[in-house]
């Protein structure tokens, strides 16, 4: 396949360079912020070069958890750890008619803020995106000691509840172009994934 046939957008994150995969499009492991280490979410200005949304998104570092790992087996296969890993995916079905405008649904993936990442293959919306025609945005945001430490006079409190809000403010300024309807947007998640976002 040659870059040419690669499915574009251009929203004003810049022109985003996707990829096919059977009855859906993704394009994944888009930079919605940067951050520091243990500071507040920067939005990721617009990109002067194509975005290549190609790779699946890091997954912020964490504890693996002894007793869950023999059950979960590989959940992470193919995704890596980075702390630079304020990325968010999206999946639309492949056979899109430009005057066809699709609801959106932000995914906020669980495990109780120290475990996860939004790119895993548990939460592949394929199917779900190919049958039901919806616009899936998976958010991978920072987990643990390096988004929910937080101390008095130090490191602030819940960072990465203010990289989920980033997520979305990303979302709210680039998602038509993906052909989606802007008013009609959801976040859905497992616990407790969407209850810190605004209804």
Same mark, same amino acid.
């Given at each position: 396949?040659?870059? $040419?046939?690669?499915?574009?957008?251009?929203?004003?994150?810049?022109?985003?360079?996707?990829?096919?995969?059977?009855? /859906?499009?993704?394009?994944?492991?888009?930079?919605?912020? %940067?951050?520091? %280490?243990?500071?507040?979410? /920067?939005?990721?200005?617009?990109?002067?070069?194509?975005?290549?949304?190609?790779?699946?998104?890091?997954?912020?570092?964490?504890?693996?958890?002894?007793?869950?790992?023999?059950?979960?087996?590989?959940?992470?296969?193919?995704?890596?750890?980075?702390?630079?890993?304020? %990325?968010?995916?999206?999946?639309?079905?492949?056979?899109?008619?430009?005057?066809?405008?699709?609801?959106?649904?932000?995914?906020?993936?669980?495990?109780?803020? /120290?475990?996860?990442?939004?790119?895993?293959? /548990?939460? $592949?919306?394929?199917?779900?995106?190919?049958?039901? %025609?919806?616009?899936?945005?998976?958010?991978?945001?920072?987990?643990?000691?390096?988004?929910?430490?937080?101390?008095?006079?130090?490191?602030?409190?819940?960072?990465?509840?203010?990289?989920?809000?980033?997520?979305?403010?990303?979302?709210?300024?680039?998602?038509?172009?993906?052909?989606?309807?802007?008013?009609?947007?959801?976040?859905?998640?497992?616990?407790?994934?969407?209850?810190?976002?605004?209804?």
């Amino acid at each position: 396949m040659t870059p $040419d046939n690669f499915p574009h957008f251009q929203a004003p994150a810049g022109l985003i360079k996707g990829w096919y995969d059977g009855p /859906v499009v993704r394009a994944t492991g888009i930079r919605y912020a %940067r951050a520091k %280490r243990f500071e507040p979410p /920067v939005a990721e200005p617009p990109a002067t070069t194509p975005i290549q949304a190609t790779s699946p998104a890091p997954a912020c570092p964490q504890v693996a958890d002894s007793l869950l790992a023999p059950a979960l087996g590989s959940l992470f296969a193919g995704i890596t750890y980075d702390e630079d890993c304020l %990325r968010l995916s999206i999946t639309r079905p492949a056979e899109h008619q430009p005057h066809e405008q699709l609801p959106v649904i932000v995914w906020v993936h669980g495990g109780s803020y /120290v475990t996860g990442a939004g790119d895993l293959a /548990v939460y $592949d919306p394929a199917a779900w995106v190919s049958e039901q %025609r919806v616009l899936f945005v998976a958010v991978t945001y920072r987990l643990g000691l390096l988004g929910f430490l937080g101390q008095e006079g130090g490191a602030p409190p819940n960072l990465g509840l203010l990289d989920l809000l980033e997520a979305l403010r990303w979302v709210q300024r680039n998602i038509a172009a993906f052909g989606a309807v802007q008013s009609w947007l959801r976040c859905l998640g497992s616990r407790p994934g969407p209850m810190p976002l605004p209804t």
